[in-house]
């Protein structure tokens, strides 16, 4: 299914740069650049281009509508080729990609409450949750269609393997969760002053530091852990097809603990401060699918053991093998 790969993968490509830049538009604080107007922007189809709030905020809606056509035609070929193997029925291409659809629309519906509310915070971790949970079933659809690293091969793998990385993916979430919230509170993202620990934050509210300290404190969590697993699992000698996301995901989130230092000790501009964003963005999509080649393996592991019973389960009287 070389068309479906392909579609996919572009697909996944546009949710990821719209997922990125929506948390510019948080950065930026041009989360209310149209105003309270949805799906107009500023009360009309096509605004006057004069606030840069206004031009990032609108950017922002018009990657929602390119994201939403590629999510549409990507499940309607699904719907064209699903009597083909791997495309119709559980586990295929087509059930993947319908469950995008919706996501996006859920998505772009919530965008319209995030905006009715004020653009308050509880909305927007709500609009940046689906957000990032589209992009999840995008990158199962992904590897449904075999992209991704998907192996052809399905090599069985232990519980314990898919144990572990479903858990830093869990991880993940709740990590680029907390930077969303983090980086949409007033304050929040300069409340502590130093690093790795909080500092005096003596300018700050104890909440905003609380605020700052939980996110800091998951992402130590996931830095150990990923650490760990990926020890674990390269003495195990897991599937190629769980390292390489994995090792990945180890990359990134080193890299990731460098850009909040610097962010933090060098007092980096708004611009660069995206970046961070960026990268937890690509953490959370590497460790979840890691996360989900590992189940599928697993799954692979179980259907070889059930087989394996049966198989040398003696034949009763009458039986047919």
């Known amino acids: 299914m070389p068309t479906l790969r392909r579609l ?4 996944l490509g546009i949710a990821f740069v719209h997922v990125v830049f929506g948390a510019i538009v948080r950065i ?3 989360g209310m650049g149209c105003g ?3 799906p107009t922007c500023d009360g009309a189809w096509v605004p006057q281009l004069t606030q840069p709030t206004l031009i990032i905020e609108l950017t922002h809606r018009v990657l929602v509508t390119v994201l939403t056509l590629a999510v549409i035609g990507l499940a309607a070929t699904a719907l064209a080729r699903r009597t083909e193997a791997g495309v119709g029925g559980p586990g295929g291409v087509l059930r993947s990609a319908s469950l995008a659809v919706g996501l996006v629309v859920v998505t772009a519906l919530f965008g319209a409450v995030t905006v009715k509310a004020g653009n308050a915070p509880w909305a927007t971790v ?4 689906l957000a990032a949970s589209t ?3 995008l990158a199962a659809t992904a590897i449904r ?3 991704l690293g998907a192996p052809e091969r399905w090599t069985p793998q232990p519980g314990r393997v898919a144990r572990g990385a479903v858990a830093a993916a869990g991880l993940a979430f709740a990590v680029v969760i907390m930077g969303g919230l983090t980086a949409k509170i007033p304050g929040a993202n300069a409340a502590c002053p130093s690093f790795p ?3 005096a934050g003596l300018e700050s509210s104890a909440a905003l530091r609380r605020v700052q300290m939980t996110h800091r404190i998951l992402a130590y969590l996931l830095l150990f852990h990923v650490v760990g697993l990926t020890i674990g699992l390269t003495k195990r000698q897991a599937a190629a097809a769980i390292l390489r996301p994995l090792r990945i995901a180890l990359a990134a989130t080193v890299l990731q603990v460098a850009i909040a230092a610097a962010m933090v ?5 708004p611009v660069l401060r995206s970046l961070h964003q960026a990268v937890g963005v690509a953490i959370w999509l590497s460790l979840f699918s890691t996360a989900y080649l590992a189940v599928r393996l697993t799954r692979s592991a179980a259907g070889a053991d059930e087989a394996g019973v049966v198989a040398a389960r003696p034949l009763a009287h009458g039986e047919a093998r």
Do not use: K
């Not at 996919?8 to 697909?11: P, V």
């Not at 709500?126 to 949750?129: A, L, P």
């Open 36 to 38: 309270d107007h949805w």
């Open 145 to 147: 269609a075999g992209g």
């Open 265 to 269: 000790l060098l007092q980096l501009p």
């Open 28 to 30: 930026s604080g041009s």
């Open 135 to 137: 992009l999840a079933v």
């Open 8 to 11: 996919s993968l572009i697909t």
């Open 126 to 129: 709500g609009h940046w949750s």
């Open 197 to 199: 620990l909080c500092g």
